[in-house]
């Protein structure tokens, strides 16, 4: 019987699935979370390690005006910070590999600072960004 350690399953190179991932955000605004997402993602996976990046200009919104105001040095920057970027190692797989990645960010901490007082007080948006990341990899052949 032959011991096959972590690593060695983990070895060569994994093709992207783009079709069964995604990579969403959300934000509580006001009463609710205000969501989007990213059309163009791409990801790889070799030898044990993550890295991927999401095109700023492909989020996707349920209003233009906010896209365009979300593309602006108020939030995302596009013009200086066209990717979002993320790299990470050590992950489980076999012939198929999912990845669920959740991260909590403070948007402010990014220079994404924008917001509106309220007239009861408080602020319209939270500084805190949830950030998911569902990838797909199939072993290359």
Same mark, same amino acid.
């Given at each position: 019987?032959?011991?096959?350690?972590?690593?060695?399953?983990?070895? @060569?190179?994994?093709?992207?699935?783009?079709?069964?991932?995604?990579?969403?955000?959300?934000?509580?605004?006001?009463?609710?979370?205000?969501? &989007?997402?990213?059309?163009?993602?791409?990801?790889?996976?070799?030898? &044990?390690?993550?890295? @991927?990046?999401?095109?700023?200009?492909?989020?996707?919104?349920?209003?233009?005006?906010?896209?365009?105001?979300?593309?602006?040095?108020?939030f995302f920057d596009a013009d200086d910070h066209p990717e979002i970027t993320f790299t990470s190692e050590d992950f489980m797989g076999n012939t198929r590999l999912g990845f669920t990645l959740k991260a909590m960010i403070d948007r402010t901490a990014y220079g994404v600072s924008?917001?509106?007082?309220?007239?009861?007080? &408080?602020?319209?948006?939270?500084?805190?960004?949830?950030?998911?990341?569902?990838?797909?990899?199939?072993?290359?052949?």
């Amino acid at each position: 019987m032959s011991v096959v350690s972590q690593q060695d399953r983990l070895a @060569g190179a994994w093709n992207f699935s783009a079709v069964h991932s995604a990579i969403t955000f959300s934000v509580p605004y006001l009463v609710a979370s205000f969501r &989007g997402s990213f059309e163009e993602v791409a990801a790889t996976f070799v030898d &044990g390690k993550l890295s @991927g990046a999401a095109r700023v200009s492909s989020v996707d919104v349920k209003d233009e005006n906010l896209a365009a105001h979300l593309m602006s040095a108020e939030f995302f920057d596009a013009d200086d910070h066209p990717e979002i970027t993320f790299t990470s190692e050590d992950f489980m797989g076999n012939t198929r590999l999912g990845f669920t990645l959740k991260a909590m960010i403070d948007r402010t901490a990014y220079g994404v600072s924008w917001n509106a007082d309220l007239p009861s007080g &408080g602020r319209a948006l939270s500084d805190d960004v949830e950030l998911t990341a569902e990838l797909e990899f199939i072993r290359a052949a």
